[in-house]
């Protein structure tokens, strides 16, 4: 193993659910335990702490937990830490961690991301915005329309794909069909999907924004995931199956959903392939975000699974993306079964599919190459994780 690669060596995941009484640190502190300790580290070896937005203060309920307070609260020294917004998309933060230890300025590196937006529904004073009276930045463009809502601007890019390619909502619902059959046999996943979806139950939903259904948006939850980044020369320290960061990549087309062609998806998908000797043929299953059910299509396409154009057809009928299907497709649920982790939980079930560890739900074979990856709309990230 090359000492100059990136792997991830432990994740964890704390409880999932809807308006938890745990407050966001301490769920973010389950989350880190679980994930030193299958990596068999401690703390006192951790030294970076990366994640991705920070803490965003004036919106807690969305990201309620900074890099400082994990810092502080475990007795972690760390050579290096980032929290931001401004990057290609959630996922990006596990991207920078590998950057951190192949130069060689961190070994062991802990990336999180908490997520609160139940709990924040429950306590609005203390983690939801406060009211305005006027609108500003990007806001500014779309809020006169009443696309208050990125259910409103995905639509723009999934409407567009229907009316030039023929996408239907019956091809459509199996993101989220597939989504609920594999949540059901998730764990972590039974405080948010109790019942397996059917067609005729998606086809009958109230409309959010055409051609998007309520079952086509992921549900706000609580949670914490942590996934730890080690380099190529601390791998004697672990004491787990090591997956390595084979590639990644990123987009962002001008921060904005206002006026943008198509989903950085596209881009991010297509310079994938470019920092790597794997192809898109190599891959053993997917994990793409699906904040709202378009955006897996968006990822087929763009990553080369099918051609523009044509996710709808590949995902017909769900046998394509089944677990024993050609391409298993977030087979812990994905965001509209097992709750809205905000991009992380990719890594994690990809991990997780990787190890055998995925129970009732751990597709056929033995997995080597899986594909996680994290944005919507302007902002795109990807990884490419390698069984070495």
Known sequence: MASKEAYITGVGQSEVGVRLPRHPLLLTLDAAKEAVAEAGLTFDQIDGVFSFPGKVNGYL????????????????????????????????????????????????????????????????????????????????????????????????????????????????????????????????????????????????????????????????????????VSAGDALDEIKCEPIRIAAMSGSVDRYSWDQVEWPAAYDAGRDLWQHTDYTVDAVDTAQFYDGFAFLPITWLEGLGFCEKGEGGRFIEGGTRIARDGQLPLNTAGGQLGAGRLHGFGFAHEAVTQLRGNGGERQIPGDPKVAVATSGGGPLAAALLLAKD
């Open 61 to 228: 309920a969305f990201s309620p937990v900074g890099t400082d307070e994990v810092i502080e609260a475990l007795g972690i020294k760390s050579k290096w830490q980032m929290g931001a917004m401004e990057q290609p998309a959630q996922l990006a933060a596990i991207a920078m961690a590998a950057w951190a230890v192949k130069s060689g300025i961190c070994r062991h590196v802990l990336c999180f991301r908490t997520v609160y937006e139940a709990g924040g529904m429950a306590d609005p004073a203390h983690y939801m915005p406060a009211r305005s009276d006027t609108v500003s930045g990007a806001s500014q463009w779309t809020s006169p329309f009443w696309a208050t809502s990125a259910a409103c601007w995905t639509a723009q890019y999934a409407a567009r794909h229907v009316h030039q390619y023929g996408m239907t909502r019956e091809q459509l619902g199996q993101i989220a069909i597939n989504g609920s059959k594999n949540a059901m046999l998730n764990p972590r996943a039974r405080a948010i999907t109790k019942e397996e979806l059917t067609l005729d139950k998606y086809m009958d939903a109230r409309l959010i924004s055409t051609p998007l259904c309520l079952y086509d948006c992921d549900r706000f939850s609580d949670a914490s995931t942590v996934i730890i």
